[in-house]
């Protein structure tokens, strides 16, 4: 595999401005994220240091094999939901190493609303356990919740994918053989109860821990009982008495310590092995991403030199270079696995469209792991285009990648919009992963392009109606549509709503493919085949 | 060292009334002599080295493992079962006595060791010394016991100070006063006697002289029991704790030629005297002037021998054995030569920073150094457990150089390199004995270890050598072994990432 | 995940802050380069930190491990959350009975205080004598179990101070 060779200048004036924009990007994206981590009410720290309770971060960092990355998922969920009192959608939710197997983390956080769920944080641990079950990821949930928020019961209660949803994943994911522990350290209370409840382990620390249907309050005003906590569903009564809890733990460092163990006891399930080299690091600086992604999204760039940046030693085997431009296809490897990359450089032609197809057929036959690098305006539109089939040959690209046996993962680098994105594999297509850039947008289309053909349709309907064009009417619709379409467009809002599972510095994109990519191993491939395509 | 097979071995099979390193010891002089070798044991140490060593092994009851191994009865009865011929005793235990040496003889065996009354007479230290005396050995001047104070002064300045004054009849330090002047005397005398009285009931005082910064030298000696005796040269012994030697050398350090040949002059002169028959020591202090007086003579194989032997490059059991089975002294005075300087050093289970007390636990891991010039006598296993049954000596490490400089430099080094862990012990304290300015100056005297013990205590380790043995500590945990180990790539590669 | 070790009275804290391309160690927050760490076993002879060969002797002993190294000899006690947790009051606060039986005898007394470990009452049930154990340390605050005397299962034989009171 030969080495791509970059052609960027980074002393140019596009470059440094392009790298202005985007550290300045980055640097908003860290601000937002350390707020949701770490700014809380001081009430709430307060309560939690009286308790002796450690930070659910702190817990986590214990619970991990030392040295070893943590890839947090959607760490910016939520962040436009609630007014922002749901930081993270009150959940932290990652994938690292404990006792030497790849874990799914999955925590409450009881510095807000005493760890309530949101509809958000159901659809967050909805999530985390797809992605548990999609990957046979083990699980280790850090329980310290009331429950849900019973303010937005409608919204996080009744439907298909809402609380339900997290205990019916938890029992499939104990018949697919995929264990899960729960180490106790607050009060669980109500659906937070059933978290130990359906955990195939449990562990609870003596004095703070509980789990409990219906907490004090509750029993007295139903049926007039005065019990406390430690009768009610403390530990000494749940490892002792009703076997709810397994373990005991004598401090929350116990607790841990005992949750290490128990997962050292686990079977270590065979990996589907995929082809894997040594691996290597990117011969070029990937921070020179910052400078080759433009400052303007409506600007072109070669997504060859991303690719560069993110793959070993920059190596890249090009699949039919000089066909089908727009999309470019080949193999590489991601800290050692070999993928197949397919990247946008411009509108979805037919021959790219077909390209991008047989390369996707190509891997699957190949167990290939496919990463796709989305920058992509859509297929290309137009009478010629039509004719020559551009509906059926892009429809092809999805059968193709709709219906891919091999893990499957995204990038969104800078735009997505239109049919673009469900041929590139976007949240519908259940890729494993699918990760943004802070820069990205996504929509049916862009901003301008919506209040363009808003402001066409109206004012051709006032021509119907046989007035005049109101222009400065026109001026407002096409502002308020422009503005309205920015805001949903934004990486912030897409991963506010978890249409995405986070979003990521562009400098971690090597790293998060790495742990995602490694992660999938984990389950086996599913059956070949296609349905029908239209030829 | 005599070895090889003897072509016509004066026993057939001896009975070692002992255990440990020292019957390890006498089993493999055994062997070399062709001479089959029988162990005894008391249950809980059924599994020992000095069993498995042996060529066969009794098994003997009692109490407790000590008071087993003190059964004569018992012991001399299975030497007879078994059909030894010989018993030899080792040093300890029933070594010095003469009850069991007068057992031994009337069951018809041989006792390799001197004769019943030699063991009875020096076991004594009353008679010792004035046999001692008797024959023109020093003995340190003294005021016998009395009640007539007046007459006690007298005598007491006579002799001239310091002096040391106790009560005759008890130990334990009462009334035990050190007298440096005349002016002194009478008021310490006068003290020690009510003190004698109100605590024994017997107003007696005593005194002797008393010698300042004593050295303890001590004369190996053989006897062909019928008057003829040699020494095998001297071996100083003032590096004690708790009354207690741990290092040993041969030959004494700076002590002057024609000294040497007096003190060891006057050791043969006293085993002729007593007809001495088989190995003995006879111990000396050495007062700063050079004066020096017996203080005992022990009638068996000392623990230190080796540093003898490792001078003279004999082998002591096997002289023990051939004198014991009635042969003559196979060399004359002349025919002994010393070469070089040899250095035992006591390993103990025991904690130096903490006054020297017993240590117990279990032998985890034993790596000794092996080299021609180094012995470690040893009867260790790992797995053993070290309790307060026995003596806390485990082992002894004895290091042979061209010079005394050359011996300490290779004992320093063979301690280093022993790795003896699962009981604390004196090693590294041992070190530091041998280390320090003083020894290499030879500037030797009991009270050694109590006049350096600042400068003898370990020193904090420094914090790159902390930070080693926590690294070498935790890569011994199979958990963090396992940590470093088990993580699956590309998490390894990746390492410590927050997204 | 932290190790600690005691050595001489004082907690030291080790971590792994990375394995490759070399194994980097941190004690108490300083970083080490371990090299030579064979994959097979632990390799103790050619190990070097921070380019030094590292020589020692070790063996594990029953609460740790025993390390020679430059011709000393270092106990190290491993602390584990259990037993941190257990001298912290952490525990639990009673002794209940595992099965019905009979109390053979009570060896504390209100006031006592306890080691985690050491028996507070021997029982005797279904011809099997047990001895039952102070779950951590503390102060024996109760005992329930009179000698001779019969209880049924999960009866509570003992209990200690709770840790604000003990």
Redesign the interface.
């Known amino acids: 595999m030969s080495r791509l060779q970059s052609s960027i200048n980074t002393a140019s004036a596009d470059f440094r401005r392009n790298e202005a924009h985007n550290r300045r990007l980055v640097a908003e994206f860290r601000a937002k994220q350390e707020a949701a981590r770490h700014s809380r009410p001081q009430r709430d720290l307060d309560r939690l240091a009286r308790q002796q309770k450690m930070p659910q971060r702190k817990r986590i960092e ?11 998922l959607s ?1 910016l969920a939520a962040n436009m939901a609630y007014g922002g009192e749901s930081p993270s959608a009150s959940s932290i939710v990652g994938i690292g ?1 404990v ?2 197997r ?1 874990v799914m983390i999955r925590a409450d956080d009881p510095t807000v609303k005493g760890g309530a769920w949101y509809p958000l944080t159901v659809k967050k641990i909805v999530r985390a356990l797809d992605i548990a079950m999609e990957n046979r990821l083990p699980v280790v949930h850090l329980c310290d919740s009331a429950g849900g928020f019973l303010q937005l019961q409608s919204e996080l209660f009744p439907d298909r994918y809402m609380g339900g949803r997290i205990f019916r994943n938890q029992s499939l994911l104990s018949k697919m053989g995929v264990k899960q522990l729960a180490l106790v350290f607050g009060h669980c209370t109500a659906g937070g109860a059933y978290i130990p409840g359906l955990s195939d382990y449990s562990v609870i620390v ?2 703070t821990g509980a789990v409990f249907l219906g907490g004090p309050p509750l029993v007295k005003a139903a049926t007039g009982e005065d019990v406390t906590v430690e009768e009610l569903g403390g530990a ?1 009564m749940h490892t ?2 009703s076997g709810t809890c397994d373990y ?4 929350e ?2 607790a ?2 005992i949750g ?1 163990d128990i997962v ?1 006891q686990w079977d270590r399930l065979p990996r589907w092995e995929a082809q ?1 080299e040594t ?1 290597e690091e990117p011969f070029y600086d990937p921070a020179e991403i910052y400078g080759i992604v433009p400052d303007d999204i409506k600007k072109a760039f070669d997504m060859r030199e991303i690719i560069a940046r993110i793959v070993d030693g920059s190596r890249f085997h090009e699949y039919k270079p000089n066909y089908g431009t727009t999309l470019v296809c080949g193999f590489a490897n991601i ?3 070999k993928v197949g990359i397919l990247a946008n450089n411009g509108v979805l032609f037919n021959d790219s469209s077909i390209k991008g197809a047989h390369f996707i057929e190509l891997c699957n036959q190949n167990n290939t792991p496919l990463v796709f690098l989305q920058n992509i305006t859509g297929y290309m539109v137009g009478r010629e285009y039509e004719r020559r089939g551009i509906t059926k040959d892009g429809a092809k690209m999805i059968m193709a990648q709709s219906c891919s046996r091999v893990p499957k993962f995204t990038v969104m680098c800078n735009g997505s919009f239109g049919a673009g994105n469900y041929g590139m594999c976007g949240r519908a297509f259940d890729g494993r992963f699918l990760f943004s850039w802070p820069n990205h947008q996504i929509g049916v289309m862009g901003g301008d392009q919506a209040a363009n053909t808003l402001a066409e349709v109206k004012a051709n309907q006032m021509k119907r109606n046989g007035g005049a064009v109101d222009q400065s009417e026109i001026d407002r619709l096409w502002e308020e549509t422009r503005k309205a379409y920015q805001e949903q467009l934004s990486a912030y809002h897409s991963t506010s709503e978890l249409w995405d599972d ?1 979003i ?2 562009p400098l ?1 994109t090597r ?2 493919l ?2 995602a990519i ?1 992660a999938s191993l984990n389950a086996p491939l599913g059956p070949p085949g296609y349905g029908v395509f239209r030829f | 060292m005599m070895t090889g097979q003897d072509d016509n071995p004066p026993f057939r099979k001896v009975l070692i009334a002992n255990r440990g390193e020292i019957a390890c010891r006498v089993i493999r002089t055994l062997r070399e002599m062709g001479i089959a070798s029988v162990a005894i044991h008391h249950p809980v140490e059924a599994r020992a080295r000095h069993v498995r060593e042996a060529d066969e092994a009794v098994e003997i009851s009692g109490e407790t493992p000590v008071s087993a191994h003190l059964d004569i009865g018992q012991i001399v009865g299975a030497a007879r079962a078994v059909g030894a011929d010989a018993i030899h005793p080792g040093y300890g235990f029933l070594s010095e006595n003469a009850r069991f040496a007068r057992a031994v003889d009337e069951a018809g065996l041989t006792f390799i060791g001197p004769d019943a009354e030699t063991i009875a007479l020096m076991g004594d230290k009353i008679s010792a010394r004035q046999f001692a005396a008797d024959y023109g050995v020093p003995v340190a001047p003294s005021v016998m016991p009395t009640e007539d104070l007046a007459e006690f002064t007298r005598q007491a300045t006579a002799i001239g100070f310091p002096l040391l004054i106790k009560a005759a009849a008890g130990g334990g330090g009462k009334g035990m006063s050190i007298v440096r002047s005349a002016e002194e005397l009478e008021g310490a005398a006068r003290h020690a006697a009510s003190e004698a009285q109100r605590y024994f009931g017997d107003g007696r005082v005593y005194a002797e002289l008393f010698v300042e910064r004593p050295r303890h030298i001590e004369v190996q000696v053989f006897g062909d029991g019928k008057g003829g005796a040699i020494h095998l040269f001297e071996r100083e012994c003032s590096v004690q704790r708790r009354f207690q030697k741990i290092i040993e050398e041969a030959p004494a350090a700076n002590l002057p030629a024609a000294l040497r040949d007096e003190i060891c002059a006057s050791a043969v002169r006293l085993a002729a005297a007593a007809n001495y028959r088989n190995a003995g020591t006879v111990e000396y202090i050495l007062g700063a002037d050079g004066r020096f007086f017996f203080l005992e003579m022990n009638t068996r194989l000392q623990v230190e021998h080796p540093v003898t032997e490792m001078i003279t490059g004999l082998d002591l059991v096997r002289l023990q054995i051939e004198i014991a089975a009635g042969r003559d002294l196979p060399f004359a005075q002349d025919d002994v030569t010393a070469n070089g300087h040899a250095i035992e050093c006591r390993i103990c289970a025991e904690d130096p920073e903490r006054d020297f007390l017993p240590e117990t636990g279990t032998i985890l891991h034993l790596d000794a150094p092996q080299a021609a010039y180094l012995r470690f006598e040893n009867a260790l296993d790992r797995g053993q457990r070290v309790t307060a049954d026995f003596d806390p000596m485990l082992a002894k490490l004895v290091a042979h150089g061209p010079d005394r400089a050359g011996a300490t430099r290779r004992a320093i080094a063979a301690l280093h390199d022993l790795a003896l862990l699962g009981v604390k012990t004196n090693i590294d304290y041992l070190a530091r004995v041998l280390g320090h300015p003083a020894f290499a100056a030879g500037d030797l005297h009991t009270g050694f270890v109590v006049q350096h013990k600042a400068a003898l205590a370990a020193a904090e380790p420094d914090e790159a050598t902390r930070d080693k043995v926590l690294i070498a500590a935790a890569l011994g945990l199979r ?1 963090f072994r ?2 470093i180990l ?14 | ?2 190790l600690k070790l005691d050595l001489d009275g004082t907690v030291h804290h080790l ?5 490759r391309p070399h194994l ?1 160690v941190s004690v108490d927050g300083r970083r080490h380069v371990v090299q030579g760490l064979d994959e097979a076993g632990d390799g103790s002879r050619q190990l070097t930190v921070d380019g030094e060969p590292l020589a020692f002797a070790r063996a594990g002993s029953a609460d740790g491990v025993i390390v020679r190294l430059d011709g000393r000899s270092f106990a190290l006690r491993r602390l ?3 037993a ?3 001298a ?1 009051g ?3 606060n ?1 002794v ?1 009975a595992p099965m019905p039986g009979t109390v053979i005898v009570v060896h504390k007394r209100v006031g006592d205080s306890v080691q985690r470990g050491e028996t507070i009452v021997t029982i005797e049930s279904m011809k099997l004598q047990m001895k039952l154990d102070a779950p ?1 340390d503390g102060e024996i605050a109760e005992i329930a179990a009179r000698e001779g005397e019969g209880f049924d299962k ?1 009866a509570v034989l003992a209990r200690l101070a709770a840790p604000a009171e003990g």
């Open positions: 214990m619970l991990l094999d030392p040295g070893t990355p943590f890839l947090e760490s190493m006792s030497g790849e003596r004095g000494e002792s008495v005991p733990a004598d401090s460092e116990h841990i310590e290490r050292s894997r691996p800290w050692g696995f986070g990521i510095d971690d790293n998060a790495g742990v490694s | 958990d396992d940590l088990g993580v699956p790539e590309p998490h390894a590669s990746i390492g410590l990432w927050r997204n | 995940m932290v971590t792994i802050l990375a394995r980097v584990d959350a259990a941190e947790a257990s912290a952490g525990g639990a009673v209940r951590r999960d």
